[in-house]
């Protein structure tokens, strides 16, 4: 089983930006998609964006798009999320998520491979 382990939260203020890692380790499944999503405090686990095994598809909520980049790099162990022009409102705990070959899903509930999360916070 692959393990998820995620990088690069901080604190940045408004308007800046920060990439978010997420690193894969043990026995690689084939041809995962992988996705990020995020938790607001008091909020539900929400769909930031996917990634499909070869890189070609991508898909963002409707309010990261243009934003925020979802990447992975040539050996398909790390997944990257690169955030420009941050909100206060992107202040959230964000997951990495993975599941074996398929679409680029925004349904949390088609991955079954986690990490731990990492927190971003957004000052004004």
């Known amino acids: 089983q692959v393990q998820l382990e995620e990088s690069g939260g901080g604190s940045v203020q408004a308007g800046g930006s920060l990439r978010l890692s997420c690193a894969a380790s043990?026995?690689?499944?084939?041809?995962?998609?992988m996705a990020w999503f995020r938790q607001a405090p008091g909020s539900e686990r929400k769909f930031v964006a996917a990634i499909n095994w070869s890189g070609s598809n991508t898909n963002y909520a409707n309010s990261m798009k243009g934003r925020f980049t979802i990447s992975r790099d040539n050996a398909k162990t790390t997944l990257y999320l690169q955030m420009n022009s941050l909100k206060p409102e992107d202040t959230a705990v964000y997951y990495c998520?993975?599941?074996?070959?398929?679409?680029?899903?925004?349904?949390?509930?088609?991955?079954?491979?986690w990490g731990q999360g990492t927190q971003v916070t957004v000052s004004s």
């Open positions: 043990g026995r690689m499944l084939s041809q995962l998609t």
């Open positions: 998520a993975a599941r074996v070959w398929g679409l680029a899903s925004s349904n949390k509930d088609e991955y079954n491979l």
